[in-house]
């Protein structure tokens, strides 16, 4: 079914304003937005935490908390007014016609109903189907979503199936009734990036096959280049931007469009490299928001009309919607990213062996289980050396943050050693001196917890440099406020609590209190991915500006590529507790790849329309550490597979240019050979 | 996997809480509220659990002040007034060696106050030290002390104290330490879960990391950020050590007369109800007002320290 370009949307909001009532006062989450969506198309929703996207899709279907309110505008489905309904009609077009999917599809099912029974519901609930043709209805729909064996998922309860094949059945429980609306919000976040890419080529399939609409929503720039015709930027409650995805990545015409893209490391396995745009400041609060543009107190661009009156969203292209009054003086990204990036330190390449700060020889870090026995790092040599950075990227259950504690003391290794400056380490931190634990710091991932919530954040920054730099009081408050100074944050943060505290400011006063101690190594477990994309790149380029001020090391732990790539020296890909890749950066991002470097290349979401990668997806999902499979351990998932010698052989470690290194059967010139095309990045070509 | 937007779900579908609204959108934020402020201003949005409170301190105030505010000898006896109902001037009237009962009740909360809760003080003590460090330690150690407590739990409390009573003999020193033994197991319970949550913590790894002494770690890292459950606890081990001392009073056990106990006041005035019901009416509704104020205030300790948490 084709349909003419010109005609109606399915998916109108007009002037869609949306409260929520608290003790506050009212708070206007969502202001006087407009979007429109066509068949077939689908709209993607980006947008920073607290920016209102999750807001807009639901107080636009008029699903919101009970004290949320849709206070002013006008929403149509195919035609159909949705603000005028009675509760009992939005209950049954809900459902019929909209169909939701959310981020984690865990908490989407009931976990005490079988798969199939729970989707036939939704087939009898609304196509009033009777149970034998539900059945046949949800067998069709799980194969319409590439599930293996929908039989036998049927049957399954929701703990049963993995993060991945869940989601799919969400998504075919939404789909379910070809609803003329499908929103999805972040349904991928949760997801692994081999999970994820799959996901994303089912809802790029799925786009084409049914007639819905879709609006994405999410803060991933990336996986909107995969899946969405068309971009929205919000911020802060409104549109600043819209316009069609190629256009918007290629000339975005607002300000914060442009440092949003800016922020985001560009993948670029040269070893030059430059530093990521800062917005300065943070998103206003919703009840504080300056008198004109929104985005005016963090804009480059902005002049003084700029805050006297708030610019609308208005065509300034054809199909290019910008909330911003300077349109015209927005440079063109390559020309704005020079100017307000700076070359930073290059990638440096693999040290000599007598300048390696900390060593791991074949480190293994067993558990006991009921069952068995988890081998959640089997084997594991790495090298960090002296003022670089070494990137350990690998998916989730991969046991790159098991090394990390291994290597600090927090869980004791079983096997294999681990030196410090040619010095073994004991196994716990228990036995370390202090002289020792001062030289290895580390940054959590979760900056909520990584700060004790009833202590001050200078008590925080002096404990270390008290108890391990040997400082009084005095000298320690002193050094704290110039640390304090050093993470860009105000020294009149001393004296404030946690929880008065934004996750990328708690982050910072991690930063500083691991470089408190003045240590030889800070191990970094994904101390940015729970943040904001604005937050992550001022946090990359901090970690950089403090290496090279400090001369110290990084044990970067990471899922994320694209971060890792931008970081690193020396990358390490692991996979089920061993190194599957290692070498400088720029070999490791050229080929020749291990299979595994080079499912997780075409698999990572990269924020560039341009750059084309071969869809390389790998089946089925990362086996249990309890169960590790024989031979070469990613055999079962590797799309190079050669057969028996992979199942029953360890593979050789195959030796590169410099300490390029790749665990595989397959020689590196044929691995070169066949992998030419994974990547192609488009400046390339222009070149 | 990691959540990158926490904050956005509970700005987008989350009850807009005033913490939550903080979460979202504040973090700059110039005026700082600080968390006593806090718990006082939610406090004044209860008004249960600020009812509650005023009568608790009331009763606070009586206990500390009770001997010079009673407008009578609590002891005095007089033979005109036996059992005479209610008057101005002895507006709860008198018992039967004609004391005033007002007097009595008032001097008699200093009992109950030093009773219960020197009883739950050391109840708290003894049992925040054994749930800290059995929590803390973990493994074997922490099964053998719970299924001590398990022990001790399993008896029905008020059986439990008259057993140990009616061997130890009834004296104030022996209530409380019955007092102390009776809720040792719950406080060292919550205690140690709060432990379990938190030895995993970050910041407390960041702690070890660091080469903290242990005790470092547990007294400073963790015991202050379990101590809003655990005064709430406190506070509810106390409004039943109220009752638990009344009751071992009505039994004979508690403090000997001719001390103004309000369960032996109870005791021995079952035998007028017939004739003078408000012997036994006054102190038994102090009873009873004292409680459920206490109730109230520890009820609403819990929603404004715990707030969405700690119901169980």
């Avoid at chain 1, 070359?343 to 693999?350: C, D, I, L, M, S």
């Avoid at chain 2, 009834?170 to 379990?196: E, G």
Wanted: with cysteine.
């Amino acid at each position: 079914m084709t349909v003419p370009a010109a005609s109606r949307p399915v998916f109108e909001v007009e002037g869609l304003s949306v409260d929520y009532v608290t003790e506050l006062g009212d708070l206007h989450a969502v202001r006087n937005v407009s979007l429109a969506i066509h068949q077939h198309e689908s709209f993607g929703l980006v947008g920073e935490s607290g920016s209102g996207k999750s807001t807009l899709a639901m107080g636009a279907i008029r699903y919101l908390a009970s004290n949320g309110r849709v206070a002013d505008g006008s929403v149509r489905l195919n035609g159909v007014e949705l603000l005028g309904l009675s509760p009992k009609e939005l209950r049954a077009l809900w459902g019929a016609k909209i169909g939701v999917v959310y981020q984690s599809p865990l908490s989407a099912l009931n976990p005490s109903i079988p798969i199939g029974r729970q989707l036939a519901e939704v087939a009898r609930q609304h196509l009033g189907m009777d149970s034998a043709a539900a059945r046949g209805r949800v067998q069709e729909m799980l194969t319409k979503v590439a599930m293996p064996d929908p039989d036998a998922v049927m049957k399954r309860y929701p703990h049963q199936l993995s993060g991945g094949m869940l989601q799919r059945c969400v998504i075919a429980m939404a789909l379910m009734t070809n609803p003329a609306l499908l929103i999805m919000d972040e349904p991928t976040t949760a997801l692994d990036v081999t999970t994820q890419a799959v996901v994303l080529d089912l809802v790029a399939e799925l786009k084409r096959e049914f007639d819905s609409a879709i609006l994405y929503i999410t803060h991933d720039l990336g996986v909107i280049t995969k899946i969405c015709d068309r971009v929205g930027v919000m911020y802060a409650g409104e549109f600043m931007e819209q316009a069609q995805l190629k256009e918007l990545f290629k000339r975005p015409l607002h300000p914060y469009t442009l440092d949003l893209l800016g922020c985001v490391p560009h993948f670029d396995p040269t070893p030059q490299k430059r530093s990521l745009v800062t917005i300065p400041g943070s998103i206003p609060r919703v009840d504080q928001l300056p008198a004109g543009c929104i985005f005016a107190p963090r804009c480059s661009f902005v002049e003084a009309a700029c805050t006297k009156a708030r610019p609308p969203l208005a065509a300034v292209d054809k199909g290019h919607l910008s909330a911003c009054r300077r349109w015209q003086a927005v440079p063109p990204p390559a020309e704005y990213l020079r100017a307000a990036t700076e070359a930073v330190r290059g990638v440096q390449t693999a040290c000599d062996t007598s300048d390696v700060l900390v060593r791991t020889s074949d480190v293994q870090v067993h558990f006991k289980a009921p069952k068995g026995t988890v081998r959640a790092v089997d084997g594991v040599d790495l090298d960090v050396c002296e003022g670089q950075t070494l990137g350990v990227v690998g998916e989730s259950g991969s046991g790159k943050t098991t090394v990390a504690r291994a290597i600090i003391g927090l869980t004791p290794r079983t096997g294999g050693s681990i030196t410090l400056k040619g010095e073994s380490l004991p196994r716990t931190t228990g036995r370390r001196p202090r002289s020792t634990l001062r030289q290895i710091q580390m940054v959590f991932q979760n900056p909520d917890a990584s700060l004790n919530p009833t202590r001050s954040v200078g008590d925080a920054i002096m404990r270390p440099l008290t108890l391990l730099g040997g400082l009084d009081r005095r000298r320690a408050k002193d050094r704290a406020l110039e640390l304090l100074q050093s993470v860009s944050l105000p020294v009149s943060y001393f004296d404030r609590l946690p929880h008065e505290l934004s996750g990328g400011e708690k982050q910072r006063v991690a930063i500083a209190r691991a470089f408190a101690a003045e240590p030889g190594i800070i191990l970094c477990d994904e101390p940015i991915s729970s943040l904001d994309v604005s937050v992550q790149g001022s946090l990359m380029n901090l970690l950089m500006k403090l290496q090279v001020e400090q001369k110290t090391s990084y044990l970067f732990i990471s899922h994320d590529l694209s971060a890792v790539q931008h970081l690193s020296d020396v990358i390490a890909v692991v996979y089920l507790g061993h190194v599957m890749e290692v070498g400088d950066a720029t070999k490791v991002l050229t080929p020749p790849f291990h299979p595994y470097t080079e499912a997780l290349l075409s698999a990572v979401p990269l924020a560039d329309p341009d750059v084309k990668q071969k869809p390389i997806r790998l089946a089925g999902s990362v086996p249990s550490a309890m169960n590790v499979p024989s031979g070469c351990r990613f055999h079962p998932r590797c799309p190079r597979n050669l057969g028996d010698v992979c199942r029953e052989q360890e593979p050789p470690w195959r030796e590169g240019d410099g300490d390029h290194r790749i665990f595989c059967h397959i020689p590196l010139d044929e691995l070169e050979r066949l992998q030419a095309e994974t990547l192609v990045l488009e400046a390339e070509e222009g070149a | 996997m990691v959540e990158p937007n926490v904050t956005d779900e509970l700005f987008d579908t989350a009850i807009m809480d005033e913490e939550a609204v903080k979460g979202f959108s504040e973090p700059e934020q110039q005026e700082r509220p600080k968390t006593w402020r806090l718990y006082w201003r939610r406090l004044l949005r209860r008004p249960a659990a600020l009812v509650g409170t005023v009568i608790f301190c009331f009763f606070l105030f009586l206990a500390v002040f009770g001997p010079w505010i009673a407008p009578y000898d609590y002891e005095k006896q007089d033979a005109d007034l036996r059992l005479a109902a209610p008057t101005l001037s002895h507006p709860f009237g008198a018992d039967q060696f004609g004391r005033d009962i007002l007097s009595r009740i008032i001097v008699g909360t200093r009992n109950i106050f030093l009773l219960g809760g020197s009883g739950t003080a050391v109840a708290v003590l003894i049992g925040t030290a054994i749930g800290l460090f059995s929590g803390y330690i973990g493994g074997t150690t922490d099964e053998v002390v719970m299924r001590l407590l398990d022990v001790l739990l399993s008896f029905p409390s008020l059986l439990l104290a008259l057993v140990l009573l009616s061997t130890v003999g009834p004296s104030s020193l022996n209530l409380v330490f019955v007092v102390a033994i009776l809720y040792i197991p719950m406080v060292a319970r919550v205690v140690r879960s709060m432990v379990l949550d938190l030895k995993n913590k970050e910041f407390v790894e960041a702690a070890r990391v660091r080469g903290e002494t242990r005790s470092y770690v547990l007294f400073r890292e963790i015991l202050p950020n379990a101590l809003p459950p655990l005064l709430v606890e406190a506070s509810m081990r106390f409004s039943y050590s109220i009752f638990l001392v009344a009751s071992l009073g009505f039994l004979g056990l508690g403090v000997q007369p001719p001390s103004p106990d309000w369960g032996l006041q109870i005791n021995l005035a079952r035998n007028f109800f017939a004739i003078a019901p408000w012997v036994l009416l006054f102190p038994a509704c102090t009873i009873a007002v004292l409680v459920i104020a206490t109730n109230l205030m520890s009820d609403g300790l819990r929603q404004v320290m715990l707030p969405g948490g700690g119901r169980n």
